[in-house]
C-alpha cells in the first residue's frame, strides 16, 4: 500500500516515513525543502534499510503532483507540508494563508483527481486558542490567535466541508500538542533555523553551549510553579499515531478528530530540571516577561485517541530529554554541511 506523506522531509515528516517504511507501507516522499533537508530523507534510509521515492516538489505545483499521482498508485496521504511559526505567520500572513491554505486546495483537489479520498492532516492544539477548561477534549470552543493557527483552524473547516460532500472522504484530523524529542537512534530529529522559537530545542542548545541561557517567559502563570505549563509529546509516538489513524480510516468515512497529547503537563522549569538529570548538563536560564500570546496551562484528554485508535503515548518525559540530547551532541548543526548520497528510487 503507498502512502504519500507531504512534508515527510521535515521533523514530524522524517519520523513518520520512519513508522510508515518500519511497518512495510511504500512511501513516497513530497516536500519543497523549504524548512528541511534532503539529508533527513538520507537518514530515513539510513534507519529502516528501505529506500523510498523523494521528490523535492512544492505543492502549489498542480501539475507536479499530478504527475507523483499518475507514477505512483496512492492509497492514502498523510499531509504534513506547510509553514509553522507562528512569530514569522504574524509578520506574513499572506505567505501563510497562500502556502498553507492553497496547497492544501490543490493537494485535494487533485486526491479528488485521482480517486484517493483518504487523508491524515496534521493540525495543531493552537486551534484551541485559549482553552476554557484543561484537560482539552475534542469538542471544546476553538479560536485561534494568530495567522498560523488560523490556516489550521481555516483548513479542518475545509476539510469538514470536503468529507460532507462525498461520503467517499476519510479525514482524520490529529491536533497535535508539543512534539519533542528524536529517533532514538540519534540520526533524525529537529532541525530549527536560526535561534529555536521552541523551547525544547532552545533548551538542548543551551546545553550545547551554542546558546548562553534560556529565557523563561513568565513565572506569574497559575501553574505548578508560576511558569508554562505544556503536554510535551515524543515525537515518535506521535509519529506512531499517524500510523494508528491511517488505519483506522482506511474503512471508514468521515471526518475524525483526535489531539495527540500524553494527556499530563510540564512546567518550563520541570522541563528544564528533567532535561539537566537525564543528560547531566547545566542549563542555566533566567526569567523574563511573558511571550506575547502565550497561554499558561495546555495539555490534552486523549482518551478518544486511546479508546477510538488504541493509540498511546509511551514515552517518558525522561526519553523525550534523552533522545533530544543524543541528536543535538550527534548533530550539534543539525544536517548542515552533510553531502546527499543519491540512494533514492525516483
Ligand atoms: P517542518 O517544518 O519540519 O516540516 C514541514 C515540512 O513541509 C518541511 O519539510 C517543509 O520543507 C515542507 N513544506 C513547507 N511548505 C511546503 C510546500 N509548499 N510544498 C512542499 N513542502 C512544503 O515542521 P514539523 O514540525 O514537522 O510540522 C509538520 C506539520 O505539523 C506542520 O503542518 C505543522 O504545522 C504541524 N504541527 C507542528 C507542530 C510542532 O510543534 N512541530 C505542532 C502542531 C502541528
Ligand atoms: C512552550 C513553553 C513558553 C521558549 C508552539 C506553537 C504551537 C505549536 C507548538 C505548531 C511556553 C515557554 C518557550 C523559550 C520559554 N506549533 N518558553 N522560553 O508556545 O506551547 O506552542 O509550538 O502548531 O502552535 O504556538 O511551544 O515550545 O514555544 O513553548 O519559556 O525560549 O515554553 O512560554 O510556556 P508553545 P513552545
Redo the contacts with the bound molecule.
Keep these: 500500500m503507498a502512502i504519500l506523506i507531504?512534508?515527510g522531509?521535515?521533523?514530524?515528516?522524517s519520523h513518520t516515513c520512519v513508522e510508515l517504511l518500519e511497518a512495510g507501507y511504500e512511501v513516497v516522499v513530497?516536500?519543497?525543502?523549504?524548512?528541511?533537508s534532503e539529508v533527513s530523507i538520507n537518514r530515513v534510509t539510513g534507519i529502516t534499510k528501505k529506500s523510498f521515492a523523494f521528490y523535492e516538489?512544492?505543492?502549489?505545483d498542480r501539475e507536479g503532483l499530478d504527475k507523483v499521482f499518475t507514477k505512483h498508485s496512492i492509497d492514502a496521504v498523510i499531509h504534513?507540508?506547510?509553514?509553522?511559526a507562528v512569530g514569522e505567520s504574524v509578520r506574513m500572513p499572506l505567505s501563510y494563508y497562500h502556502?498553507n491554505i492553497m496547497?492544501t486546495l490543490v493537494l485535494c483537489e487533485v486526491m479528488k483527481e485521482h480517486n484517493v479520498h483518504k487523508l491524515v492532516f496534521?493540525?495543531?492544539a493552537t486551534v484551541y486558542g485559549l482553552p476554557e477548561q484543561v484537560p482539552i477534549v475534542e469538542d471544546s470552543s476553538l479560536g485561534a490567535t494568530n495567522p498560523y493557527g488560523r490556516t489550521k483552524l481555516m483548513l479542518e473547516q475545509i476539510l469538514q466541508d470536503l468529507a460532507e460532500s462525498n461520503e467517499r472522504w476519510g479525514i482524520s484530523i490529529l491536533r497535535?500538542f508539543?512534539?519533542v524529542g528524536a529517533h532514538q537512534s540519534g540520526q533524525i530529529g529537529e532541525n530549527p533555523n536560526g535561534i529555536p522559537n521552541?523551547l525544547m530545542p532552545y533548551i538542548s542548545q543551551v546545553a550545547v553551549g551554542k546558546l548562553a541561557q534560556v529565557n523563561v517567559f513568565g513565572n506569574d502563570y497559575p501553574t505548578i510553579d508560576g511558569t508554562g505549563v505544556r503536554d510535551y509529546i515524543h515525537v515518535v509516538d506521535l509519529a506512531k499515531g499517524h500510523l494508528r489513524a491511517l488505519e483506522k480510516q482506511l474503512d471508514i468515512s468521515g471526518v475524525h478528530i483526535y489531539n495527540l497529547g500524553t494527556g499530563r503537563g510540564y512546567s518550563v522549569l520541570e522541563m528544564i530540571t528533567a532535561f539537566e538529570s537525564v543528560t547531566g548538563q547545566s542549563v542555566p536560564y533566567r526569567i523574563v516577561e511573558r511571550r506575547p500570546g502565550d497561554i499558561g496551562l495546555c495539555y490534552a484528554d486523549t482518551a478518544k485517541a486511546n479508546m477510538e485508535l488504541g493509540w498511546f503515548a509511551t514515552r517518558s518525559i525522561e526519553e523525550m530529554c534523552q533522545d533530544t540530547w543524543r541528536w543535538q551532541r550527534l548533530n550539534p548543526n543539525g544536517y548542515e554541511g552533510e553531502k546527499i548520497h543519491h540512494l533514492l528510487t525516483n
Design positions: 507531504t512534508g522531509a521535515g521533523y514530524i515528516g513530497v516536500d519543497n525543502l523549504s524548512n528541511s516538489m512544492d505543492l502549489l504534513l507540508a506547510g509553514l509553522k502556502t496547497s496534521s493540525s495543531s497535535y508539543n512534539p521552541n
